[in-house]
């Protein structure tokens, strides 16, 4: 069975543009780019080629990754309810062991920006926190067999 990639119609619609820009824009730039490389010559020396086939590879990787996740797409319904956490919830959580807040927003994978503050609700935090209310305790199991607790604070 397929892994399932949950996101709102909204993160399904922003995945569908980029892979339209890339299937209709990018490749053709990144095409025109070999073929004015290959113009030069000798192939073997030619650091422009070479860069050009490796952004190529990257992009048609990234053109595959997107079809994967469009095709196994769970759109779920955007909730507004804040009375308990789900996808696109922003939560403010206290840690007693560092003694400090957080804000995270959780989000599908397709959208991870740990440095903006963007989770996975697959990742241990994300799972921890789903349909919990303010003022729940959760306990959070890192990979390493450890753990740590977290208390809502706000839900937004």
């Known amino acids: 069975m397929a892994e399932k990639f949950v996101m709102t119609q909204k993160n399904l619609d922003d995945l569908k543009k980029e892979l339209d820009y890339l299937v209709k824009v990018k490749?053709?730039?990144?095409?025109?780019?070999?073929?004015?490389?290959?113009?030069?010559?000798?192939?073997?020396e030619n650091a422009e080629y070479d860069a050009a086939r490796e952004e190529q590879r990257s992009n048609e990787g990234k053109i595959a990754e997107l079809e994967y996740k469009i095709k196994n797409a769970?759109?779920?319904e955007e909730v507004s309810d804040n009375s308990y956490v789900h996808l696109n919830s922003v939560v403010t959580v206290y840690d007693d062991d560092m003694?400090?807040?957080?804000?995270?927003?959780?989000?599908?994978?397709?959208?991870?920006?740990?440095?903006?503050?963007?989770?996975?609700?697959?990742?241990?935090?994300?799972?921890?926190?789903?349909?919990?209310?303010?003022?729940?305790?959760?306990?959070?199991?890192?990979?390493?067999?450890?753990?740590?607790?977290?208390?809502?604070?706000?839900?937004?």
């Open 99 to 156: 003694e400090e807040e957080a804000v995270y927003t959780i989000t599908s994978v397709t959208e991870v920006d740990v440095m903006a503050g963007k989770i996975s609700i697959d990742s241990p935090v994300g799972a921890a926190l789903m349909r919990k209310h303010v003022g729940d305790k959760v306990t959070v199991s890192c990979p390493d067999g450890t753990s740590y607790t977290l208390k809502i604070i706000k839900i937004a």
């Open 27 to 44: 490749r053709f730039e990144i095409i025109e780019r070999i073929a004015e490389a290959r113009s030069h010559g000798d192939l073997s």
């Open 74 to 76: 769970d759109v779920r």
